[in-house]
């Protein structure tokens, strides 16, 4: 028979335990083993078996079960202290505190997906993960964000594979009351909901659940409630699941939606307002519409506002392709929102404007989300240094008469969270012999020469050892899903070894990753992997997005290779990567691999998570690796830059790949001393983590955002007043107006003689047409540097001109001098930017005149 109707009863715990609900609705207990342990000691097997969820597990447990442990005194008294280090924990001052006034009071963050705990499946990939990280880390710091996200109903998906190895997707349904989520309600007890909008007078109304991170709310969107119709309830069914309409509302919902949630949060809570707003990608772009909105409320103007908006908000992009951008159609945007769906003073031509793609190269038929992203954040950045200049590069196009560098999209590289991702045996090996200081203050990993040998490789092969009874087990639960019978699957029990040198591999499965790039040529692979004294093996996990047939392709192609009897116990892909699996597969790898197609890599930050395990990396130099390789942390694959034709480029960096495994990794791996110990790979051991530890961490990451984005972002907010928003508007409408008439008129130099040497001072004189605008409105700039023999400057520096004189016709003379610090070939030009103190930077308005 079949159930009319659904729902979920809550356990109601006991009194002198009430506080277990507390711990298991905090997700502080994902990345804090002292909670998990206490939820663990309740019964083991059905710890294991609800895959670690504490709400789960409570909601196993009878009233006679939970009975007899509120009347053990040693176990409330466990619960008791448990629940004072989490309230210590939420409230005591942290390293955001000691930073004194000026900070934010609140820094809003937008994400399209948040990878917190494989409890919450509500991320795909990198980014979801990285947004997770973030919120860890800022409750750790004790910065107050509050998360926006949505509730998607069936998560992203989960992986399985065909009898031929072809993916399979399904998509559980995922019951929010059984999730470790609150509802919020009004002070009635009534459910909390905002509406958006939609064409034909349809409205899209959303529920707001919350999930605690430490001291961070996430609040996150659902719009499956009675009040919507039925494709409506199916906006936020699955993550970036759908077509180009329903990713627009999905979008719509978060960012329009995304704000009006945290207007009820602030009204139900009496949190503050945020003073930043962080858009995690453009997905969530349109929160700065609805924020214009808001202030076109309020009284200012459509320009006025979109100053205001952008003084405070931050945009983050993650993505080093043009495809990897959402891009909708215009018509579809003046359906969603013109005609019955319009603002007032919020006209659609003026929406429209702030994604259009008007520059060379750029679609007048698209609105792109990145390009609102920028339009609309006074401050941008990359995530890796390598991906700041690949960013640059790729929106240069805002910036016409710039040069790349120039482009004001900074970079902070990404880190990762070491409590959720750095294995427990680690922790207190690290705790044992330096000190708590590592793990609490992430200082002292330089003393990581005080571990002895025996102990870092003991640990190691402990950690190998799990990973491949964890490997065994997912195999063959995955030969069974393929169709296989138990007494077909006695191989698996040899599948991997845990004295083998074990490469890792795991991502998403998009081309440019390169996930078959190790299998170029098979034949040389198998070598590697049955060498007879330096086998290898391989652990591979990746899901590719449902509707790309090519990456399931790339996976067939992979698992075909991994079922040949011949290598099946040296290689194995495990179906369905999420986070439960990273945590064994990252500490359980030797070697982490990543070859990308370079610069395709905005960051990758899973070799980083291998690092601080005591892990190596074997990488193209692309993303976080281009920047903090050494020569002694890893091995970076020689890349075929230059070479045309991706085939022969595949061919020679797998041949590469496959020359440093063969002649450095393993050799350096197997070399052992008379102890046993391969203490030229320890030294590489040690080294990485003394010279990367520090440097991975998240808590470093949060920190530069602090300081670098989030404090100028919200001094530029609270210097923006509605006074100062309508007087930067009115300064950018009339610059824009009379800048045509800008023009460098002539420039004159002397002070150096035919043969000028270093010390010497060249005197600069620019003459320049300024129109109707005014000397203050401007800033002329001498740019000097090296010249190359096409004479493009290099390496340049810039100093400010000072008015000299005005003549008639708004023509001025501007003068200013400079050292000649440096020997070999110079040059210089002159150039006139505006200029206002409410600007974030020279380059911001995209305007420019350049002499000659």
Same mark, same amino acid.
């Given at each position: 028979?079949?159930?009319?109707?659904?729902?979920?009863?809550?356990?109601?715990?006991?009194?002198?335990?009430? /506080?277990?609900?507390?711990?298991?609705?905090?997700?502080?207990?994902?990345?804090?083993?002292?909670?998990?342990?206490?939820?663990?000691?309740?019964?083991?097997?059905?710890?294991?078996?609800?895959?670690?969820?504490?709400?789960?597990?409570?909601?196993?447990?009878?009233?006679?079960?939970?009975?007899?442990?509120?009347?053990?005194?040693?176990?409330?008294?466990?619960?008791?202290?448990?629940?004072?280090?989490?309230?210590?924990?939420?409230?005591?001052?942290?390293?955001?505190?000691?930073?004194?006034?000026?900070?934010?009071?609140? $820094?809003?963050?937008?994400?399209? +997906?948040?990878?917190?705990?494989?409890?919450?499946?509500?991320?795909?990939?990198?980014?979801?993960?990285?947004?997770?990280?973030?919120?860890?880390?800022?409750?750790?710091?004790?910065?107050?964000?509050?998360?926006?996200?949505?509730?998607?109903?069936?998560?992203?998906?989960?992986?399985?594979?065909?009898?031929?190895?072809?993916?399979?997707?399904?998509?559980?349904?995922?019951?929010?009351?059984?999730?470790?989520?609150?509802?919020?309600?009004?002070?009635?007890?009534?459910?909390?909901?905002?509406?958006?909008?939609?064409?034909?007078?349809?409205?899209?109304?959303?529920?707001?659940?919350?999930?605690?991170?430490?001291?961070?709310?996430?609040?996150?969107?659902?719009?499956?409630?009675?009040?919507?119709? +039925?494709?409506?309830?199916?906006?936020?069914?699955?993550?970036?699941?759908?077509?180009?309409? =329903?990713?627009?509302?999905?979008?719509?919902?978060?960012?329009?939606?995304?704000?009006?949630?945290?207007?009820?949060?602030?009204?139900?809570?009496?949190?503050?307002?945020?003073?930043?707003?962080?858009?995690?990608?453009?997905?969530?772009?349109?929160?700065?519409?609805?924020?214009?909105?808001?202030?076109?409320?309020?009284?200012?103007?459509?320009?006025?506002?979109?100053?205001?908006?952008?003084?405070?908000?931050?945009?983050?992009?993650?993505?080093?392709?043009?495809?990897?951008?959402?891009?909708?159609?215009?018509?579809?945007?003046?359906?969603?929102?013109?005609?019955?769906?319009?603002?007032?003073?919020?006209?659609?031509?003026?929406?429209?404007?702030?994604?259009?793609?008007?520059?060379?190269?750029?679609?007048?038929?698209?609105?792109?989300?990145?390009?609102?992203?920028?339009?609309?954040?006074?401050?941008?950045?990359?995530?890796?240094?390598?991906?700041?200049?690949?960013?640059?590069?790729?929106?240069?196009?805002?910036?016409?008469?710039?040069?790349?560098?120039?482009?004001?999209?900074?970079?902070?590289?990404?880190?990762?969270? /070491?409590?959720?991702?750095?294995?427990?045996?680690?922790?207190?090996?690290?705790?044992?012999?330096?000190?708590?200081? #590592?793990?609490?203050?992430?200082?002292?990993?330089?003393?990581?020469?005080?571990?002895?040998?025996?102990?870092?490789?003991?640990?190691?092969?402990?950690?190998?050892?799990?990973?491949?009874?964890?490997?065994?087990?997912?195999?063959?639960?995955?030969?069974?899903?393929?169709?296989?019978?138990?007494?077909?699957?006695?191989?698996?029990?040899?599948?991997?070894?845990?004295?083998?040198?074990? #490469?890792?591999?795991?991502?998403?499965?998009?081309?440019?990753?390169?996930?078959?790039?190790?299998?170029?040529?098979?034949?040389?692979?198998?070598?590697?992997?049955?060498?007879?004294?330096?086998?290898?093996?391989?652990?591979?996990?990746?899901?590719?997005?449902?509707?790309?047939?090519?990456?399931?392709?790339?996976?067939?192609?992979?698992?075909?290779?991994?079922?040949?009897?011949?290598?099946?116990?040296?290689?194995?892909?495990?179906?369905?990567?999420?986070?439960?699996?990273?945590?064994?597969?990252?500490?359980?790898?030797?070697?982490?691999?990543?070859?990308?197609?370079?610069?395709?890599?905005?960051?990758?930050?899973?070799?980083?998570?291998?690092?601080?395990?005591?892990?190596?990396?074997?990488?193209?130099?692309?993303?976080?690796?281009?920047?903090?390789?050494?020569?002694?942390?890893?091995?970076?694959?020689?890349?075929?830059?230059?070479?045309?034709?991706?085939?022969?480029?595949?061919?020679?960096?797998? /041949?590469?790949?496959?020359?440093? #495994?063969?002649?450095?990794?393993?050799?350096?791996?197997?070399?052992?001393?008379?102890?046993?110990?391969?203490?030229?790979?320890?030294?590489?051991?040690? @080294?990485?983590? /003394?010279?990367?530890?520090?440097?991975?961490?998240?808590?470093?990451?949060?920190?530069?955002?602090?300081?670098?984005?989030?404090?100028?972002?919200?001094?530029?907010?609270?210097?923006?007043?509605?006074?100062?928003?309508?007087?930067?508007?009115?300064?950018?409408?009339?610059?824009?107006?009379?800048?045509?008439?800008?023009? $460098?008129? =002539?420039?004159?130099?002397?002070?150096?003689?035919?043969?000028?040497?270093?010390?010497?001072?060249?005197?600069?004189?620019?003459?320049?047409?300024?129109?109707?605008?005014?000397?203050?409105?401007?800033?002329?700039?001498?740019?000097?540097?090296?010249?190359?023999?096409?004479?493009?400057?290099?390496?340049?520096?810039?100093?400010?001109?000072? @008015?000299?004189?005005?003549?008639?016709?708004?023509? @001025?003379?501007?003068?200013?001098?400079?050292?000649?610090?440096?020997?070999?070939?110079?040059?210089?030009?002159?150039?006139?930017?505006?200029?206002?103190?409410?600007?974030?930077?020279?380059?911001?308005?995209?305007?420019?005149?350049?002499?000659?």
């Amino acid at each position: 028979m079949r159930a009319i109707r659904r729902f979920t009863v809550r356990t109601v715990l006991p009194g002198p335990i009430a /506080a277990l609900g507390d711990l298991a609705s905090n997700l502080r207990w994902s990345w804090h083993p002292p909670t998990c342990d206490l939820f663990a000691s309740l019964d083991p097997q059905r710890w294991e078996s609800s895959e670690h969820d504490p709400v789960a597990l409570l909601g196993a447990l009878s009233p006679e079960e939970l009975d007899a442990l509120a009347a053990d005194p040693q176990f409330v008294a466990r619960v008791a202290a448990a629940a004072q280090d989490l309230q210590t924990y939420l409230t005591e001052p942290r390293w955001y505190q000691r930073l004194g006034d000026g900070v934010p009071a609140s $820094v809003a963050y937008f994400s399209p +997906e948040f990878g917190i705990t494989a409890v919450l499946p509500q991320y795909s990939g990198g980014l979801g993960i990285l947004a997770g990280d973030h919120l860890k880390t800022a409750s750790d710091l004790g910065v107050p964000v509050v998360g926006v996200g949505l509730l998607y109903r069936h998560g992203y998906f989960e992986q399985s594979l065909s009898r031929e190895g072809w993916q399979t997707e399904t998509y559980p349904v995922l019951d929010p009351d059984e999730l470790p989520l609150a509802l919020l309600r009004e002070a009635d007890g009534s459910p909390c909901h905002v509406t958006v909008g939609l064409p034909g007078g349809r409205v899209l109304t959303a529920h707001v659940w919350k999930a605690q991170v430490g001291r961070v709310p996430l609040l996150l969107l659902d719009s499956n409630v009675e009040e919507n119709d +039925e494709a409506a309830r199916g906006i936020t069914d699955r993550l970036y699941g759908g077509g180009g309409e =329903h990713r627009l509302q999905q979008e719509m919902l978060l960012g329009i939606g995304g704000v009006r949630a945290v207007r009820v949060w602030q009204r139900l809570t009496g949190a503050p307002a945020p003073a930043v707003y962080h858009t995690n990608e453009g997905h969530a772009g349109f929160l700065g519409l609805e924020r214009i909105r808001e202030l076109v409320g309020s009284g200012l103007t459509f320009d006025e506002a979109v100053e205001a908006v952008r003084a405070g908000t931050v945009f983050t992009t993650h993505t080093p392709v043009p495809a990897g951008i959402d891009r909708f159609g215009r018509d579809q945007m003046e359906i969603f929102f013109g005609g019955d769906n319009s603002v007032p003073g919020v006209p659609v031509d003026r929406i429209l404007a702030l994604g259009a793609e008007d520059y060379p190269g750029g679609d007048a038929g698209v609105f792109n989300m990145a390009v609102m992203g920028l339009r609309l954040a006074q401050r941008a950045n990359g995530v890796s240094r390598l991906h700041g200049v690949v960013s640059r590069e790729m929106f240069d196009g805002l910036w016409p008469g710039f040069d790349p560098a120039e482009v004001p999209i900074a970079s902070i590289t990404n880190g990762v969270h /070491a409590p959720t991702w750095v294995d427990r045996r680690v922790v207190e090996l690290g705790e044992k012999f330096i000190g708590p200081q #590592i793990t609490q203050d992430a200082r002292g990993w330089e003393g990581v020469d005080q571990v002895p040998d025996e102990e870092i490789w003991s640990v190691r092969r402990q950690l190998r050892s799990s990973l491949v009874d964890e490997a065994r087990s997912r195999v063959r639960s995955s030969w069974l899903r393929r169709g296989a019978s138990p007494a077909e699957l006695g191989w698996v029990d040899q599948v991997l070894d845990p004295d083998v040198l074990t #490469i890792g591999f795991a991502r998403r499965v998009p081309t440019y990753k390169r996930l078959t790039l190790m299998l170029r040529d098979p034949d040389r692979l198998r070598r590697l992997l049955l060498h007879p004294d330096r086998p290898v093996q391989l652990v591979i996990a990746g899901k590719s997005h449902p509707a790309d047939d090519h990456g399931k392709r790339l996976i067939q192609q992979m698992v075909r290779f991994a079922d040949d009897p011949a290598v099946r116990h040296r290689i194995a892909f495990l179906p369905n990567y999420d986070i439960a699996m990273a945590q064994s597969l990252y500490p359980g790898c030797d070697v982490w691999l990543n070859n990308p197609l370079r610069p395709f890599e905005a960051c990758g930050t899973s070799g980083m998570k291998s690092a601080l395990n005591g892990g190596l990396n074997l990488s193209i130099l692309d993303g976080w690796w281009d920047e903090w390789y050494d020569g002694e942390n890893g091995w970076a694959i020689p890349t075929a830059d230059g070479v045309d034709d991706p085939e022969h480029r595949d061919d020679l960096e797998a /041949a590469a790949l496959y020359d440093i #495994i063969e002649g450095s990794v393993a050799p350096r791996f197997y070399d052992r001393d008379d102890r046993g110990m391969p203490t030229r790979w320890l030294e590489m051991v040690r @080294h990485t983590l /003394a010279s990367l530890g520090p440097k991975v961490l998240a808590s470093r990451m949060v920190a530069d955002y602090v300081t670098q984005l989030y404090v100028p972002a919200a001094d530029a907010a609270r210097a923006t007043t509605p006074e100062a928003a309508k007087a930067l508007a009115g300064f950018k409408s009339r610059v824009r107006q009379h800048w045509p008439s800008v023009r $460098v008129d =002539h420039v004159e130099s002397d002070g150096v003689s035919d043969s000028p040497q270093v010390g010497d001072a060249v005197v600069v004189r620019a003459f320049v047409s300024l129109g109707e605008l005014t000397p203050d409105d401007v800033e002329v700039q001498v740019v000097h540097g090296r010249v190359t023999p096409s004479d493009t400057l290099v390496d340049t520096v810039t100093a400010t001109l000072r @008015h000299a004189e005005t003549y008639e016709a708004g023509r @001025h003379r501007f003068d200013g001098a400079l050292t000649l610090r440096r020997t070999g070939p110079f040059g210089y030009t002159v150039r006139v930017l505006p200029r206002t103190d409410l600007l974030a930077g020279p380059a911001e308005l995209g305007l420019v005149t350049n002499a000659g």
